[in-house]
């Protein structure tokens, strides 16, 4: 994948973390996910697009935060949701993710 077509970088923080362990808005009103994004600029953990809230898209568009990261274990892409381009910078937080077995759902015992 290529970073050639994303005009976004800028908006990559190195030194911030994941937010949470899961989808902070799932967690605070006992929804589910099925998997998990972490936006690159302010760490919030957010739910996928084939979950039922879309939160990672929702913080996008209430944000402007254009970028977000897998949060899944194994998985090191990123997507632009302005250029609608997904990529990967294998030096950005590589292994960041939430602990095996907390996908989909909140994890035991958080809610």
Do not use: K
């Amino acid at each position: 994948m290529s970073t050639d077509t994303c005009s976004h970088l800028d908006q990559i923080d190195l030194e911030v973390g994941p937010g949470g362990p899961g989808c902070s808005e799932c967690l605070a009103n006992g929804g589910r996910w099925v998997h998990l994004r972490r936006c690159v600029t302010c760490g919030h953990i957010g739910c996928c697009d084939s979950s039922p809230a879309r939160h990672a898209s929702a913080h996008a568009t209430s944000t402007e935060h254009a970028l977000i990261q897998s949060y899944e274990p194994g998985e090191d892409w990123l997507w632009c949701f302005i250029d609608e381009v997904a990529f990967e910078i294998p030096a950005l937080t590589p292994g960041a993710s939430h602990p095996e077995g907390w996908s989909p759902g909140p994890p035991p015992g958080a809610v």
